[in-house]
């Protein structure tokens, strides 16, 4: 990293992160102001220190998507959904998951709850790549692992349903 200064507005991204890693995240969030470029070097140098560290894909499907990589944002969403789903102990395929008894699991741990957030965040950014009936299986499985909505889900569900997307209202099964 250069020696870009940034702001002392600092980007909370919880409390169980390590000291270096939060030190690139809050680097990269002032970088994307002058250099995306660098900004991304450093989310993926995140990454690579710290592979189990949850916020950083969040950091990194955020950063593709606000930088309009929608593509790039989907393969983030899809490695955070892997590695939460290896820490919260279910299977990384939310189709097979939603029929499976283990989904309870979600709510139990940090990493399940970040698995339904990522999972929301995927049918966002499928919302905005206009790939209509890969957002809306995506929702309709959310739907039934976040019965709860804790993830909200239903903002995103609402969101198809404004563009024709989807005919679903938020009832889990």
């Known amino acids: 990293m250069n020696s870009l200064a940034y702001s002392d507005d600092s980007v909370l991204f919880g409390t169980s992160i390590l000291p270096a890693t939060n030190h690139r995240l809050q680097y990269a969030v002032a970088a994307r102001h002058h250099d995306n470029s660098e900004a991304e070097n450093v989310l993926w140098e995140a990454r690579a220190e710290d592979p189990s560290c949850l916020p950083v894909y969040f950091a990194l499907y955020k950063f593709y998507a606000n930088s309009n990589k929608l593509e790039r ?87 198809a349903e404004s563009v024709g997307a989807m005919g679903l209202e938020y009832e889990p099964s």
């Not at 741990?109 to 790939?131: D, N, P, V």
């Open 73 to 159: 944002a989907e393969r983030a969403a899809r490695l955070a959904l892997a590695e939460s789903s290896r820490q919260a102990g279910v299977c990384t395929d939310w189709k097979k998951l939603s029929r499976d008894p283990q989904r309870k699991k979600l709510y139990a741990s940090e990493a399940g709850l970040f698995y339904l957030f990522s999972l929301k965040a995927l049918a966002f950014i499928k919302l905005r790549r206009q790939h209509w009936d890969e957002a809306s299986d995506v929702l309709r499985h959310l739907a039934k692992l976040d019965p709860e909505d804790r993830s909200g889900g239903s903002v995103v569900i609402g969101m």
